[in-house]
Nanobody, 125 residues
């Protein structure tokens, strides 16, 4: 069983950068691919990006590609979402999630087994 806790959210201005962290405890962290999702008010949860178990591969939704990156530190059980050039439309609660079952990077929320409680990111214009 993996417990995930996100941190690092806050209120920023458009164009700013922010780094979200996700701390994992329990389980073998290096055996999970990790994903980041977000949910804005009144909208469905959507995939943001994912990183493979080793950290060698990443994949992002088109709207954040080139602005967001993901990194992980398997020794520390941490995964990070680096967000640059933030836009008001990036405002959402951001969640990290762990995929214990699949080999490739998954974009569907149903493919992830463990979830954090989320951290709020608000980008003002």
């Amino acid at each position: 069983q993996v417990q995930l806790v996100e941190s690092g959210g806050g209120l920023v201005q458009a164009g700013d950068s922010l780094i979200l962290s996700c701390a994992a405890t329990g389980g073998v962290f290096s055996s999970y691919a990790m994903g980041w999702f977000r949910q804005a008010p009144g909208k469905e949860r959507e995939f943001v990006g994912a990183i493979s178990k080793s950290g060698s591969n990443t994949f992002f939704r088109a709207s954040v590609r080139g602005r967001f990156t993901i990194s992980r530190d398997n020794a520390k059980g941490m995964v990070y979402l680096h967000m640059n050039s933030l836009k008001p439309e990036d405002t959402a609660v951001y969640y990290c999630a762990a995929d214990a079952r699949n080999w490739g990077l998954q974009v569907g929320a149903q493919e992830y087994d463990y979830w954090g409680r989320g951290t709020q990111v608000t980008v003002s214009s």
